[in-house]
């Protein structure tokens, strides 16, 4: 299912990243806006470090720093809650559109007989 948005809430993310430098900061956006619109980050470091679009010295220097954001396979809790209730509301909006154009159907059937 395709991810629409990315919620943050800005309070606990400044909170959490004051103390990391701006590059760390940027670089942790990425991969929470790569984790959001693909449901999971890579483990591969060329693939991660390509996500936060540093180099591989770069990657080398800042990885232990953005790993704490994530459990030790690129997993967050945050995230994975905020995804399955994103998944929840899709469900539940595609259940009620088609309750309702059900609903309508039934009403046009209904008044084609009556009028017919």
């Known amino acids: ?3 629409r948005f990315l919620n943050i809430n800005i309070g606990d993310y400044l909170r959490d990243t004051q103390h990391i ?3 760390n900061s ?3 956006l990425h991969l929470l806006m790569h984790y959001t619109a693909h449901g999971q980050l890579p483990t591969d470091d060329t693939e991660l470090r390509r996500i936060c679009r540093m180099s591989a010295q770069q990657w080398r220097r800042n990885k232990p720093k953005l790993q704490k954001f994530f459990d030790t ?3 967050q809790t945050r995230v994975e809650a905020d995804l ?3 998944d929840r509301l899709m469900i539940l909006r595609k259940v009620a ?3 309702g154009g059900n609903a309508k ?3 046009s059937r209904a008044r ?3 009028n017919g």
Request: proline share 4%.
């Open 97 to 99: 559109g088609q309750a």
């Open 84 to 86: 399955s209730k994103q």
């Open 105 to 107: 159907k039934m009403n």
């Open 26 to 28: 940027r670089a942790y």
């Open 1 to 3: 299912m395709p991810r």
């Open 112 to 114: 084609s007989r009556f």
């Open 21 to 23: 430098s701006i590059t």
């Open 73 to 75: 396979n690129w997993r």
